[in-house]
């Protein structure tokens, strides 16, 4: 005859540890360095956008001919 035993709290209604203040600070370090990600992309798609649109500019202008 065999008796199993099951540790105590190992059961699938065990509730799971609140999240520490390390914890915490790992997943605002982790969101702030996201956003940071974000902010530095979005500054480099501004700077090519404007840089594009002075080109095209330059390049419409060339392409026109007075009218006399």
């Given at each position: 005859?065999?008796?199993?035993?099951t540790?105590a709290g190992s059961?699938a209604?065990t509730?799971?540890?609140?999240p520490?203040a390390?914890?915490?600070?790992?997943n605002?370090?982790?969101?702030?360095?996201?956003i940071?990600?974000?902010?530095r992309?979005?500054?480099?798609s501004?700077q090519?956008?404007?840089?594009s649109?002075a080109?095209?500019a330059?390049?419409?202008?060339?392409?026109?001919?007075?009218q006399n």
């Open positions: 005859m065999s008796t199993t035993v540790p059961g209604n509730p799971k540890a609140s520490s390390f914890d915490d600070k790992l605002i370090a982790k969101s702030s360095k996201v940071a990600d974000y902010m992309q979005t500054a480099k501004a090519i956008t404007e840089i649109t080109k095209k330059e390049l419409d202008s060339t392409k026109q001919r007075p």
